[in-house]
């Protein structure tokens, strides 16, 4: 197989991982999830990230913003990925942090990273920014989307089990009816959409979702390894993207530091995939929708 694509990363500006806990105190989700007291979160520069990949045999690293409440961070966070993308375009690409709270301001934003060569937006936090998918200011960042040919990464969560910190609330029946009303729109549900593809076994449903995926990120902190095979045969294996949430460790009982190689090492011996299947979920799913995207895809 060739190189991997990791669709979902998360590359922080270098004043947020210097001084975590004034951007802490600045945004309370920030804080909750990214605090210097934390045993999972790990921050890496796009140099020691390449070296990782490198590691790992990972060609292509796609940056999630961040679902931060304050616009102006959200610009801050999305001007250092522009500088990422731009010294490193072989290797990186982007989605842009915005808040639909703000509407049009997070509406201009999506233009001007859209300009600048961004993908897609997202990771979009509903729970944490505080607005339901209902939101008149979601809706028109989600007609922006659509207009510019740009992905959309959503962070979902499973409607049942334990809470833990990041576990978002939002109800499942609404990402229906968001591909319901975008059917064009190419949605991305991380963390394997939160069970929504057990649903697709109901033909409307699987119909409407036609344009819906569902990525892998922080899979270990929450399934077994058998997820894979599992959704696999439950959608179809177009339909699932590799993403790590890399730096993120997502074996804390047995990782140290931020890498790719343990997870992949794991898909390999626990995930029942085919060559094919492997292929598909690994690089030529995301290879495709990063090609069908934005403005760069227009222009060739």
């Known amino acids: 197989m060739r190189g991997i694509i990791d669709i979902h990363t998360h590359m922080f500006p270098p004043d947020v991982i210097n001084n975590q806990e004034k951007y802490c105190r600045l945004d309370p989700y920030f804080g909750l999830l990214c605090n210097p007291k934390s045993t999972l979160q790990r921050y890496a520069t796009a140099e020691e990230a390449i070296a990782l990949a490198d590691e790992a045999g990972i060609e292509k690293i796609v940056m999630q913003g961040w679902y931060w409440l304050d616009h102006g961070l959200c610009r801050h966070h999305n001007d250092y990925m522009m500088e990422i993308i731009k010294k490193y375009p072989d290797r990186f690409e982007a989605f842009a942090s915005i808040n639909p709270k703000t509407g049009w301001q997070a509406v201009w934003e999506i233009e001007r990273c859209y300009l600048n060569g961004f993908i897609g937006i997202g990771e979009m936090g509903p729970g944490g920014q505080g607005w339901e998918l209902n939101h008149h200011g979601f809706r028109l960042a989600m007609e922006t989307a659509d207009a510019c040919k740009m992905l959309v990464n959503i962070h979902v ?87 790590s949430d890399f730096p993120l460790l997502i074996y804390p009982g047995r990782q140290k530091e931020a890498g790719f190689t343990m997870f ?37």
């Not at 499942?172 to 963390?191: Q, T």
């Not at 699987?206 to 344009?211: A, D, E, L, P």
């Not at 992949?264 to 990063?290: F, H, V």
Request: glycine letters at 10%; one cysteine or more.
């Open 157 to 243: 969560g499973e409607p049942v089990g334990r809470i833990y910190p990041g576990k978002d609330p939002t109800p499942l029946d609404g990402f229906y009816e968001l591909a319901k009303e975008f059917p064009n729109l190419k949605l991305i549900l991380a963390h394997w959409g939160g069970g929504l593809p057990y649903f697709e076994l109901w033909p409307d449903i699987k119909k409407v979702m036609k344009n819906v995926y569902y990525d892998t990120a922080a899979s270990p902190l929450l399934y077994g390894g058998r997820i894979f095979s599992c959704v696999t045969r439950l959608v179809g294996p177009e339909k699932i993207l590799f993403g």
């Open 264 to 300: 992949l090492e794991d898909i390999k011996a626990t995930g029942e995939l085919s060559p094919e299947e492997e292929q598909l979920i690994m690089r030529n799913n995301s290879l495709k929708l990063i090609a069908q995207a934005g403005f760069r895809a227009t222009v060739d």
